[in-house]
């Protein structure tokens, strides 16, 4: 419905607050992804400043409470760490989305899953299966017998799509975690 003051010579539209909430979901999801990569980026420079040396970073969570790859005790994360852990996986070849990635050279990138840069890389292609996912899910029309409890309903939604969202990421071999390890390792 448009609404049209033009005493004032105001004009705007009135709606729901839908589109509004939308685009500010959408800007703070751009802003955590944005904010993944650099972080990755600064990771693997500081890799390759200094590779002999572990950087020491300041939190307020004691290393007793951490239990492994920057995860709290009991965290609730089934995560991508220990997802490869034999040899064959330290020199894999590139498969799905990069599997006709080479470098100038034209030889084919060596991608080494068992690193904490290619789990960070699956763990940014999981956002952004979460994002496609979250995307299909609005489309869905719900029934009268599925609004009993939305808040519950909500949250199990949400949960069972994360968990979706990771078995995607581990099983469907798009290579978008392989294409952004390829970037980031400086292999292109």
Known sequence: MALGISGLGITGTLSDGKAASDTTMLQSEAKKFASMVQDMQNKRAMEIASPLSKSSSTSSVSSSQISKNHRLN?????????????????????????????????????????????????????????????????????????EGNDYARKMYDDMMYDNLAESMTKNAGFGLADQIYIELSGQR
């Open 74 to 146: 009991g965290d609730y994360t089934m995560g991508f760490y220990d997802t490869y852990t034999s040899e064959k996986d330290k020199t894999s070849r590139p498969q799905g989305f990069a599997a006709n990635a080479s470098n100038s050279k034209g030889k084919t990138p060596v991608i080494d899953r068992t690193s904490d840069l290619y789990v960070q890389s699956m763990e940014m292609e999981n956002y952004m299966v979460k994002m496609m996912l979250s995307s299909m899910r609005e489309s869905v029309q719900h029934t009268s017998l599925s």
